[in-house]
C-alpha cells in the first residue's frame, strides 16, 4: 500500500497555536491558518503582516518561517466580518479595516489591536485605508464614503462629499492635502484639501477600478476590470490608456519610483520598469487565481496573499515565489475519529485522509474513486465504511490503509452511512432511498420511502431502530431494522441535514435554521434556538451523552461563516461558540468531552483539545441561564406555530397573545409550571392575517416577541 504523506507541518505550529489559547479550536489544515488573506503590507524580507476575512491577522518576523494569529477581533455575538486593507506608516503603527465600518489600529507592531469602529457606518464595507502620517489618514469604501482622521483615529469624519454614489475600492495620499480615490464605474476622484472638498477627473472608463497609486504630484496610474491600466502625468486632469497584454483583473499597484512598479492579476503579475510604456507578465502558477493582494517593500522584496490562506514571498522581484502556507483546500464533507491519535477526513474527488498523531500529520489514502465522499462510519479501530456519489461505498477492514469497493447497485448519491456492527448498515440516498445491508456490505437492499426529496442523513442505535432524514423537513423512524418506516411529524418544510440519537428515546436534529429535540423516539420534536439568534444551516450535530453536544455548519450574517454551537443541557439551550472559520463547516465528531474535529469547505480542518472553551476574549457574550421566551416556528405562520419556552424553577405563568392594537386575543397558559421546556400551540384560524404578539410573564420575568400570521 502506498502512503503520500499529507504535508500540514511545513510551518511551525507552535507559531500558529498563539491563536488557539484564546479560541482553544486550533487549525490542523491549511496552515497557519485557512480563511482568506485580503491584504499585506511588507515590511521587510523577514516582517509583514496581512488581514482578511473573519477578521484575520497574522504576522511574521522571520521570513514566514512562523507565524503569530492575532484574530483576537472576533467576538461570539455580533456582526462577522472581513478586513479588506491594512496600512502602516511604520512598523509600529498600523490600521486595518473592512465590512461592518470595521476599523482597528495597533501601535505595537500588530501584537494587539484597537476598535476605532463607528456604529453609524456599520453598514459600510470599507475597501481601503491610507495614512500619511500617525496623526492623518483616510478609509474609502461602499456608496462613495470617504471618512478622515486628523489624531491617529481616535475621531473619524467624514471628509467632505465623494460626490459618487459608488464603492470607492482605493483611496491614496501623497501628503495631508492631495489625494485621490477610484472606483466603481471608473469613477476616480481628487481632493487637494484634505478631502474638504472632492472632485472628479475629466476621464472616465466605466470600467471597475481597483486601485490607484501616485509617485508624485503629478505621475499616478489606475487599474481594475478587463486588463485596464491608465497613466497621468497631471495629477489627475487627463489620463491615457497603456497596455496590459490582458484582460485580467488589475489590482494593488505597487510603484517604488517613478518608473519600476507592479500590479497583481487574477493569474500573474505585471512588472514596469519604464513607468507603464511597457508590462511584463510574471506568472504566479500554480497559484493561479488565488492570490489576492501585493505589496513590494523595495525592488525585490514582496509579500502575496490570497485564497485559503495561501501566502508567498519574493527576494528577487519576483522572478522566484516561496510558498509559506502549507496543506489542501479540498472540501471535506466529513469527519470520523476513534480516538485522541486516530481520526479520518473524507470529501471532494475521492480524498480519503487519515491521522494516527491527532492531527499533527495527516496521510492520503487511496480510494480508487475520483468522485466525492460523503459520509464515513466506522464500528472499530480496523473496520469502516465510506460512501459517495454515483452509488459510490467503500470499506476497509486494516483501518483505512486500503479500501475495497462494495457494488450498492445504484447510481444515486450516497449522503450518509450509519453502521451498528460488522454486518448491519443503512445508507440514505439523494434519490429518496435508503439502503440496507445485514452482511457488511456484501449485499444492499433497495427501499423507497417516496418522498420525491432527498434523504440527507441516517442514524441507527441498534440493529432495530433507526431514524433517516431530509428535505422538505420528512423525518422516518424504523422499529424493525428498515424493513419498514414511519413518518414522523416535523413541524417544518425546511431541509433537515443531520441526525443522532444517544439512545431509543433521546435525540436530535439540525439543518436550515433549525434545530430539534426529541424526548420520546420522535414522536414529538421540539424547535429549538440559539442564543443571540441569527440563520444557520447546521449541517451536523453529535453527542457525546445526553447532556453535552455540539453541531457545525453555518451562521448567515450578510455571508456564511463556519461556525459551531454547543449545549451542555441536552439541548434545550444552544449557545454559539467563537467562529473563525470563512468556509462552511460539514461535519463535526468528538472522543469525549473535550476532544473533538471539524471538517468543511477549502480544506478546514480545525480541532479543539479543551472543549472548545474561549478564554481571553472581551467580548460580551450573552449566555442565556434563565428564563427563556423562544421565537415561535414557524414564522411567518398559516395558520399554526409552535412556541417554546423554559423556565428555570417553579412559576405562575401566563402566556397571551395581542393583535397590533394590543388587545388581547388569547390566553394559552395560565397556570403554574415546574422548571422545564414547555412548547405550546397557537392556532390563528379564526384570524386576519398580520402582525401578532406574544407575551410571556413569570414572576418579575416578562418577554415579549413579534409574529406574522399570513395567510
Given at each position: 500500500m502506498k502512503k503520500i504523506i499529507f504535508i500540514l507541518v511545513?510551518?511551525?505550529?507552535?507559531?500558529?497555536?498563539?491563536?488557539?489559547?484564546?479560541?482553544?479550536?486550533?487549525?490542523?489544515?491549511?496552515?497557519?491558518?485557512?480563511?482568506?488573506?485580503?491584504?499585506?503590507?511588507?515590511?521587510?524580507s523577514d516582517s509583514a503582516i496581512a488581514v482578511g476575512h473573519e477578521g484575520t491577522i497574522i504576522k511574521t518576523t522571520n521570513g514566514g518561517s512562523e507565524w503569530n494569529i492575532i484574530n483576537?477581533?472576533?467576538?461570539?455575538?455580533?456582526?462577522?466580518?472581513?478586513?479588506?486593507?491594512?496600512?502602516?506608516?511604520?512598523?509600529?503603527?498600523?490600521?486595518?479595516?473592512?465590512?461592518?465600518?470595521?476599523?482597528?489600529?495597533?501601535?505595537?507592531e500588530g501584537e494587539s489591536w484597537i476598535n476605532q469602529s463607528l456604529d453609524v457606518y456599520s453598514a459600510v464595507v470599507f475597501q481601503s485605508v491610507f495614512f500619511v502620517n500617525s496623526m492623518t489618514g483616510w478609509v474609502s469604501?461602499?456608496?462613495?464614503?470617504?471618512?478622515?482622521?486628523?489624531?491617529?483615529?481616535?475621531?473619524?469624519?467624514?471628509?467632505?462629499?465623494?460626490?459618487?454614489?459608488?464603492?470607492?475600492?482605493?483611496?491614496?495620499?501623497?501628503?495631508?492635502?492631495?489625494?485621490?480615490?477610484?472606483?466603481?464605474?471608473?469613477?476616480?476622484?481628487?481632493?487637494?484639501?484634505?478631502?474638504?472638498?472632492?472632485?472628479?477627473?475629466?476621464?472616465?472608463?466605466?470600467?471597475?477600478?481597483?486601485?490607484?497609486?501616485?509617485?508624485?504630484?503629478?505621475?499616478?496610474?489606475?487599474?481594475?476590470?478587463n486588463g485596464k491600466i491608465m497613466k497621468t502625468t497631471n495629477g489627475g486632469g487627463t489620463w491615457q490608456t497603456q497596455t496590459s497584454g490582458n484582460n485580467n483583473n488589475l489590482s494593488h499597484l505597487n510603484f517604488i519610483n517613478n518608473s519600476t512598479?507592479?500590479?497583481?492579476?487574477?493569474?500573474?503579475?505585471?512588472?514596469?520598469?519604464?513607468?507603464?510604456?511597457?508590462?511584463?507578465?510574471?506568472?504566479?502558477?500554480?497559484?493561479?487565481?488565488?492570490?489576492?493582494?501585493?505589496?513590494?517593500?523595495?525592488s525585490n522584496t514582496a509579500w502575496a496573499v490570497g485564497n485559503g490562506g495561501t501566502i508567498l514571498n519574493t527576494t528577487n522581484g519576483g522572478v522566484n515565489w516561496n510558498l509559506h502556507s502549507s496543506g489542501e483546500?479540498?472540501?471535506?464533507?466529513?469527519?470520523?475519529?476513534?480516538?485522541?491519535?486516530?481520526?479520518?477526513?473524507?470529501?471532494?474527488?475521492?480524498?480519503?485522509?487519515?491521522?494516527?498523531?491527532?492531527?499533527s500529520n495527516w496521510e492520503y489514502r487511496q480510494s480508487g474513486t475520483n468522485k466525492f465522499l460523503n459520509s464515513v462510519c466506522f464500528i472499530n479501530n480496523n473496520t469502516g465504511w465510506i460512501t459517495g456519489d454515483s452509488g459510490v461505498v467503500l470499506k476497509t477492514s486494516n483501518g483505512g490503509d486500503d479500501w475495497i469497493n462494495q457494488m450498492s447497485n445504484t447510481t444515486s448519491n450516497l449522503l450518509s452511512v450509519s453502521f451498528v456492527n460488522e454486518n448491519n448498515g443503512w445508507i440514505s440516498c439523494k434519490n429518496d432511498i435508503v439502503l440496507r445491508t445485514t452482511n457488511g456490505g456484501d449485499n444492499w437492499e433497495s427501499q423507497s420511502l417516496a418522498t420525491g426529496y432527498p434523504l440527507n442523513s441516517v442514524f441507527f442505535i441498534n440493529e432495530s431502530t433507526g431514524w433517516v432524514i431530509g428535505q422538505h423537513g420528512n423525518i422516518f423512524r424504523t422499529s424493525n431494522g428498515g424493513i419498514n418506516w414511519d413518518a414522523q411529524i416535523s413541524f417544518t418544510q425546511s431541509a433537515l441535514?443531520?441526525?443522532?440519537?444517544?439512545?431509543?428515546?433521546?435525540?436530535?436534529?439540525?439543518?436550515?435554521?433549525?434545530?430539534?429535540?426529541?424526548?420520546?423516539?420522535?414522536?414529538?420534536?421540539i424547535f429549538k434556538s440559539i442564543v443571540g439568534g441569527g440563520l444557520y444551516g447546521l449541517k451536523s450535530v453529535f453527542f457525546i451523552d445526553i447532556n453535552t453536544g455540539w453541531a457545525a455548519g453555518t451562521f448567515h450574517y450578510s455571508q456564511p461563516h463556519g461556525t459551531i454551537v454547543k449545549t451542555t443541557d441536552g439541548g434545550v439551550t444552544w449557545e454559539r461558540k467563537i467562529s473563525f472559520a470563512s468556509g462552511d463547516l460539514n461535519s463535526i465528531h468528538f472522543v469525549n468531552a473535550n476532544t473533538g474535529w471539524a471538517v468543511g469547505e477549502n480544506g478546514i480542518i480545525l480541532k479543539t483539545t479543551t472543549d472548545g472553551i474561549i478564554t481571553g476574549l472581551n467580548f460580551n457574550i450573552e449566555i442565556q441561564k434563565g428564563f427563556m421566551l423562544e421565537q415561535n416556528y414557524p414564522n411567518p405562520f398559516?395558520?399554526?406555530?409552535?412556541?417554546?419556552?423554559?423556565?428555570?424553577?417553579?412559576?405562575?405563568?401566563?402566556?397571551?397573545?395581542?393583535?397590533?392594537?394590543?388587545?388581547?386575543?388569547?390566553?394559552?397558559v395560565n397556570e403554574k409550571q415546574n422548571a422545564g421546556v414547555y412548547s405550546v400551540d397557537f392556532n390563528g384560524a379564526n384570524y386576519p392575517s398580520g402582525i401578532y404578539y406574544y407575551k410571556l410573564e413569570a414572576g418579575s420575568f416578562s418577554e415579549v416577541r413579534k409574529m406574522v400570521l399570513l395567510k
Open positions: 511545513m510551518i511551525n505550529v507552535f507559531s500558529s497555536m498563539q491563536l488557539f489559547s484564546q479560541t482553544n479550536w486550533f487549525w490542523q489544515n491549511p496552515l497557519p491558518q485557512g480563511n482568506s488573506l485580503m491584504d499585506v503590507i511588507a515590511f521587510n483576537g477581533l472576533i467576538g461570539v455575538t455580533g456582526p462577522r466580518g472581513s478586513f479588506n486593507s491594512v496600512n502602516f506608516i511604520n512598523k509600529n503603527s498600523g490600521w486595518a479595516a473592512g465590512y461592518w465600518g470595521f476599523i482597528y489600529k495597533t501601535t505595537n469604501g461602499s456608496s462613495g464614503v470617504i471618512l478622515r482622521t486628523t489624531n491617529g483615529g481616535s475621531n473619524w469624519t467624514q471628509a467632505g462629499h465623494s460626490g459618487v454614489g459608488v464603492r470607492l475600492h482605493s483611496i491614496f495620499f501623497i501628503n495631508e492635502s492631495t489625494g485621490w480615490s477610484a472606483g466603481e464605474e471608473g469613477k476616480i476622484v481628487k481632493t487637494t484639501n484634505g478631502g474638504n472638498n472632492w472632485f472628479n477627473t475629466v476621464f472616465t472608463t466605466g470600467s471597475t477600478l481597483l486601485s490607484v497609486r501616485f509617485a508624485d504630484d503629478n505621475t499616478g496610474w489606475v487599474a481594475g476590470y512598479g507592479w500590479l497583481l492579476g487574477e493569474n500573474l503579475i505585471l512588472k514596469t520598469t519604464n513607468g507603464g510604456n511597457n508590462w511584463l507578465s510574471q506568472l504566479l502558477e500554480p497559484y493561479g487565481n488565488g492570490v489576492y493582494s501585493l505589496n513590494f517593500k523595495d483546500l479540498y472540501n471535506f464533507k466529513s469527519v470520523f475519529a476513534l480516538d485522541f491519535n486516530n481520526a479520518y477526513a473524507i470529501g471532494d474527488t475521492g480524498i480519503i485522509i487519515k491521522t494516527t498523531d491527532g492531527g441535514y443531520s441526525v443522532y440519537f444517544k439512545n431509543s428515546n433521546t435525540g436530535w436534529i439540525t439543518g436550515a435554521d433549525i434545530l430539534l429535540m426529541t424526548s420520546n423516539g420522535g414522536i414529538n420534536w398559516n395558520p399554526s406555530t409552535i412556541i417554546n419556552y423554559s423556565l428555570p424553577n417553579a412559576q405562575y405563568i401566563m402566556l397571551k397573545v395581542y393583535d397590533i392594537l394590543g388587545n388581547e386575543i388569547a390566553v394559552l
